[in-house]
Nanobody, 111 residues
Framework: QVQLQESGGGWVQPGGSLRLSCAAS????????LGWYRRAPGKQREFVAI???????YYPDSVKGRFTVSRDDDKNTAYLQMNDLEPGDTATYYC?????WGQGTQVTVDS
């Protein structure tokens, strides 16, 4: 049974940082391509980052240079480091593998 569990969300002021975690079970992240997505209220789900099986990473322009994905194979956990956060980054963040999604973790950027 595949499970993805996000954590690490919270409230932060503009310019602040957060690191989200995605703990996986039932799959090996070292053999998997994991995506990060977000959904803000009233908006469509947006792609945020991808960490491929080979370790390549891709980001949309909206977060490039501010967000970084990584992976700890020993912990079977993926991370999304988010720096220089902006109010527009406020959303629920999800990790995804194939058809499986975590429950999401809320990020709020507000002064």
């Amino acid at each position: 049974q595949v499970q993805l569990q996000e954590s690490g969300g919270g409230w932060v002021q503009p310019g602040g940082s957060l690191r989200l975690s995605c703990a996986a079970s039932g799959i090996l992240l070292s053999n998997s391509q994991l995506g990060w997505y977000r959904r803000a209220p009233g908006k469509q789900r947006e792609f945020v980052a991808i960490f491929t099986r080979s370790g390549q990473t891709y980001y949309p322009d909206s977060v490039k240079g501010r967000f970084t994905v990584s992976r700890d194979d020993d912990k079977n956990t993926a991370y999304l480091q988010m720096n220089d956060l902006e109010p527009g980054d406020t959303a629920t963040y999800y990790c995804n593998w194939e058809q499986y999604w975590g429950q999401g973790t809320q990020v709020t950027v507000d002064s």
